[in-house]
């Protein structure tokens, strides 16, 4: 197993544009989530998945952010309209959630937006 | 992650101990954990513990945890050079993890 990873590393995208960002967690794995990290800040919660369903969105999260897990598998993000606030490290982690499974988040090297 | 505190930068001489604190404040949480990450690199789970234990220990690192003051650190023995990244605590809350703004440990030779 590669681990987490996540597509594209970085991205430069124009204020206005949409972008799309691709996750594909550890595969025996059935949580995955969404955070973002800005310079000089911890990572922050943006929601998660239990296989295919979306169960929590975190208010940081504006109508213009979308996620989809569509077959309990990989993870996309879209931006719609970007703005220059939307310039972030997005990054994706994955666990397994079970009966007596320790609590551990997986994280992938994460994909750096600049909005210019 | 405000509700997690953590000091943002400390530095070390190489070979000492180093130490990094913490304070968070959900008092239900399950586990809490310690992240490195380093410079152009992704967050490794470097260490996690259960909330009814009072200290972990791995290889060069020890956790201890103090409930009663919400209080959690880090001990990397014989710090390396390799050990210098931003060090991150973190707690579960409601199935998400909730993290500290992180303290960039730096070694000094």
């Known amino acids: 197993d590669t681990g987490v990873s996540q597509d594209p590393r970085h991205k430069i995208t124009k204020r206005g544009q949409n972008v799309t960002f691709r996750c594909d967690p550890i595969?025996?794995?059935?949580?995955l989530y969404w955070y973002r990290q800005t310079l000089g800040q911890g990572p922050e919660f943006l929601t998660y998945f239990q296989n295919e369903a979306q169960l929590e969105k975190s208010r940081l999260l504006s109508d213009r952010f979308s996620a989809e897990r569509p077959k309990g598998s990989f993870s996309t993000l879209e931006i719609q309209r970007t703005e220059q606030g939307d310039s972030a490290m997005y990054l994706c982690?994955?666990?397994?959630?079970?009966?007596?499974?320790?609590?551990?988040?997986?994280f992938g090297p994460g994909t750096r937006l600049t909005v210019t | 992650g405000e509700d997690v505190e953590q000091s943002l930068f400390l530095s070390v001489r190489e070979g000492d101990s180093s130490v990094i604190n913490c304070t968070y404040t959900d008092s239900s949480s399950t586990y809490l954990y310690w992240y490195k990450q380093e410079p152009g690199a992704g967050l490794q789970l470097l260490t996690y513990i259960f909330s009814n234990m009072d200290m972990k220990q791995d290889q060069r690192l020890t956790v201890l945890l103090n409930k009663k003051d919400k209080h959690l650190s880090l001990r990397i023995a014989d710090t390396q050079t390799g050990d210098s990244a931003i060090y991150f605590c973190?707690?579960?809350?409601?199935?998400?993890?909730?993290f500290g703004k992180g303290t960039r440990l730096h070694i000094l030779p």
């Open positions: 595969s025996e794995h059935n949580r």
């Open positions: 982690a994955s666990s397994f959630s079970g009966t007596g499974v320790a609590y551990e988040q997986y």
């Open positions: 973190a707690e579960e809350r409601d199935d998400k993890i909730i």
